[in-house]
């Protein structure tokens, strides 16, 4: 049983505040989807439960004592137990009452200016950092767009390079198998420039001589080989200048996927928004630096292909130009030496025919003297056989007149006469077959000459005949000036 007056105490355990702070997660090894691993300050961590509310709850007011005569006593004196009690007090003065609202007014109006001013301060910040956070992202976006600006740029003077590159190595191409089709297309002179050589080396007698076809024919062996060397020669520059051209396209065409690729990327990028969906969180994603390049390497690196480029396109057109120049130099080389050769043929070949026009001309003379010294020849031997009559007639007379007798044998001019007639047709005689010897030994001369003659003829026939038949029939099919320079 209570005491009248006395203030009923009731104990009541202040209850713990509610745990709201939401778990943690405990996926530590990835970031994505995840908030962000700051530590956050305590007035941000539980906006719903502020401070203030446990300061005012943990409060314990201080009273002061009932009298000036109790300060200094102890618990015991002062508030003396309730059964003990026979008389009726009260704790607190009324100004005790009047000071503690006061107080309690005083740290209430204190707290909300000192709150108003957070929530001022606070909003205040929060559209500090909007502003900030809006400029900062304006910012990233705008750079953003001027990287994709510069990939823009750099994509295009890839494209336009790697197209002329493509065009230059597509036109050397074509400009190495006209080359290739010239080089097949030598072979061909060559091979009758030889021949010709090898059937003049059929050729008899005197006719195997040195002329100016055959040296003529030896240049024009030395003339396509030496054309066929200098389009070995280029025909190995334009590979090699293919190989230079295809490395070079290959470093812009891959040059030019990375662009396609980053300008994808960063075209996304900057198309990103606060709104835009597939957006997350990547933890630690700042602190990954997988950067190899600055603007400047990079931009360099591109220059540098297509600087390397447009030096490799520039060496192909230069060796292209001197390809051309080359096959018409060759064609032309070729041509001129061959009517050359044509030409030397044409005057070996007439003055083969003349020459055995004038030894069918010898030779028919030489048939008619053969002819006219038979004829003398057979007039000489009738004249000898003419003169044996009057040679028999003479010396018979002389030697009847030798059985004249005695002083009969006188040496008379009939005597004398006939001496001198024996004398003088013995040395017509003898003048006639000497003479005849003589026609003879020319007979037999002109047979030697005869048989020259014929066989002089036989070797320009011959001669003619491979000059003008076989090697000019093979020089008929020589390529083309369209061939030689490599269009058909």
Not at 284 to 298: F, N, Q
Request: hydrophobic share 35%; glycine share 2%; proline share 5%.
């Amino acid at each position: 049983m209570e005491l009248v007056g006395s203030p009923v105490v009731l104990a009541h355990p202040r209850s713990a505040p509610p745990k709201l702070l939401p778990a943690i997660c405990t996926m530590s090894s990835s970031y994505k989807n995840c908030f962000p691993y700051h530590p956050l300050p305590q007035s941000v961590n539980l906006p719903w439960i502020p401070n203030t509310y446990y300061k005012t709850a943990a409060i314990n007011p201080t009273l002061a004592p009932f009298s000036k005569s109790s300060q200094g006593l102890g618990l015991d004196k002062t508030n003396p137990a309730l059964s003990n009690r026979n008389t009726l007090f009260t704790r607190y003065n009324p100004d005790d009452w009047y000071r503690s609202n006061l107080t309690n007014y005083k740290e209430s109006e204190t707290l909300w200016h000192n709150a108003e001013r957070l929530r001022v301060d606070t909003s205040r910040m929060i559209q500090d950092k909007y502003q900030q956070t809006k400029k900062t992202q304006a910012e990233s976006t705008k750079n953003l767009g001027l990287r994709v600006n510069d990939i823009e740029f750099w994509r295009s003077e890839l494209c336009h390079e790697l197209n002329e590159m493509i065009g230059e190595t597509n036109a050397l191409t074509d400009k190495k198998k006209r080359l290739e089709r010239a080089l097949a297309e030598t072979e061909p002179p060559l091979q009758v420039a030889q021949e010709c050589l090898l059937h003049r080396e059929k050729r008899m007698g005197i006719d195997l001589v040195h002329d100016d076809v055959e040296k003529q024919l030896l240049t024009e062996v030395e003339v396509i080989r030496s054309c066929q060397e200098m389009m070995q020669q280029f025909l190995e520059k334009a590979k090699a200048q293919l190989a230079t051209n295809r490395a070079a396209q290959h470093e812009l065409e891959r040059d030019l996927a990375n662009k396609q690729t980053a300008h994808r990327i960063d075209s996304k990028c900057h198309n990103l928004r606060n709104s835009s969906g597939g957006i997350s969180y990547y933890r630690g994603v700042e602190r990954v630096d997988a950067t190899i390049s600055v603007p400047e390497s990079w931009a360099k690196f591109t220059d540098d292909n297509i600087l390397r480029s447009q030096s490799e396109r520039a060496a192909s057109a230069k060796l292209r130009d001197g390809i051309e120049n080359l096959l018409v130099m060759t064609a032309n080389k070729m041509w001129c030496q061959f009517n050359v050769v044509n030409v030397a043929f044409t005057n070996r070949i007439a003055e083969t025919a003349d020459a055995k026009n004038n030894i069918q001309t010898h030779l028919a003379k030489t048939l008619q003297e053969i002819f006219e010294i038979e004829m003398n020849i057979e007039m000489i031997q009738k004249a000898i056989r003419d003169k044996a009559p009057p040679l028999k007639v003479a010396q018979t007379r002389l030697d009847e007149r030798t059985r004249r007798p005695n002083v009969e044998l006188c040496r008379d001019p009939a005597q004398i006469y006939l001496v001198n007639e024996v004398y003088e047709i013995d040395e017509t005689i003898q003048s006639l077959q000497q003479r005849l010897r003589d026609a003879e030994d020319t007979l037999q001369m002109l047979f030697h000459t005869k048989s020259v003659l014929e066989h002089d003829l036989a070797i320009k026939a011959n001669s003619l005949f491979i000059d003008q038949e076989k090697c000019m029939g093979l020089r008929k099919t020589f390529p083309s000036t369209a061939r030689l320079v490599g269009y058909v």
